[in-house]
């Protein structure tokens, strides 16, 4: 954490008196912000910086805020952008970031040395489930179909993914496997760098169901190519109702790969609390709306305290998980 000195700490008052007339409300009450510049830890094209993009021109284009801004500095898995953020805090008063779960699980294996801790948590706001897929003519119908077969030929039941072992969609399949009483250590899981790659492992049987994110599970659903097994919501998406979740199927786990908006350390509060205001004002006007349905995003809003409660219970899952994996 960054230790403010007393010169730091004046200056970040002078900023804070600056801020005012970006974070005060007009008279007419619909602008919240006059400006946001964000800071998008990856390149173009990717889930963060179609966030923030998204985000911004929903904001911008409801009138919620003035004018924003977009800045992509990728390096180090994100830990580049971190960084910055914490180092230059006294200058960014009007910069938000955003990230996602792997803030969580790269300071976990320490591929950063900085945690969500060492920022200013300002709100989750959109989430993608994970759910597992197996092609459309397989003979696994459901979650008991997948640990029956399992059950039968652990080695022989692979799942593939997108991520690295040890990464997201590793950590999803081996979490399902575990809520369903299996050991998390038998799964064997496949790395696969691209979606059509995986896609075809799928079809020749290489691998039997997929790790992935709900949204590209959805697509891929609509395209005829999968069936669903199951999604790690608590209830139902409306994006793609046919799809039962795992609870419904007797095992008791859920996660989401929320994205949401960090601060820089040390952000004033009347700041802090004119951009989450912003945030959940934007949740109502028909401009967030079209963004969320373009992107199939699911709406979770998770804004200061809630927002830290959230992203605690996911570090302690996720951390006792890897440890039990072997990757901490």
């Given at each position: 954490m960054t230790t403010f000195t007393m010169g730091r700490r004046a200056l970040m008052?002078?900023?804070a008196a600056t801020l005012c007339l970006a974070t005060s409300?007009?008279?007419d009450g619909h602008q919240v912000v006059e400006?946001?510049?964000f800071l998008i830890p990856g390149g173009a094209g990717g889930g963060w910086d179609g966030t923030a993009r998204g985000t911004g021109e929903a904001l911008t284009k409801s009138g919620i805020v003035g004018s924003a801004s977009y800045e992509?500095?990728?390096g180090g898995g994100g830990g580049k952008a971190i960084g910055y953020m914490i180092e230059n805090a006294d200058s960014l008063g009007d910069t938000l970031m955003v990230n996602s779960t792997p803030i969580v699980i790269r300071s976990l294996t320490g591929v950063f040395p900085h945690n969500f801790r060492d920022l200013t948590l300002v709100s989750g706001t959109?989430?993608?489930y994970a759910a597992l897929v197996v092609a459309k003519d397989s003979p696994i119908q459901s979650?008991?179909?997948?640990?029956?077969a399992f059950d039968a030929d652990p080695s022989g039941t692979a799942?593939?993914?997108g991520s690295v072992p040890g990464g997201m969609d590793h950590l999803v399949a081996a979490m399902v496997m575990e809520a369903a009483g299996k050991d998390a250590l038998a799964v064997k899981y496949i790395p696969y760098d691209a979606g059509g790659k995986a896609m075809a492992a799928l079809l020749s049987g290489e691998i039997k169901a997929l790790s992935t994110g709900f949204s590209e599970a959805v697509a891929l659903a609509d395209a005829g190519e999968v069936r669903i097994l199951g999604v790690t919501a608590d209830e139902r998406v409306d994006a793609y109702a046919d799809a039962p979740t795992m609870k419904e199927q007797g095992i008791d786990t859920n996660f989401v790969n929320w994205r949401g908006f960090f601060a820089a350390p040390g952000l004033p509060a009347e700041t802090l609390a004119a951009y989450q205001a912003a945030i959940a004002k934007m949740y109502d006007t028909p401009e967030w709306e079209e963004v969320r349905a373009r992107n199939g995003w699911v709406n979770i809003h998770n804004s200061g305290s809630d927002f830290q409660t959230f992203l605690e219970n996911q570090e302690q899952a996720i951390g006792d998980l890897m440890k039990k994996l072997g990757f901490l």
């Open positions: 008052a002078a900023a409300a007009l008279a400006k946001i510049h992509n500095m990728s959109i989430g993608d979650m008991d179909d997948l640990i029956a799942i593939g993914g």
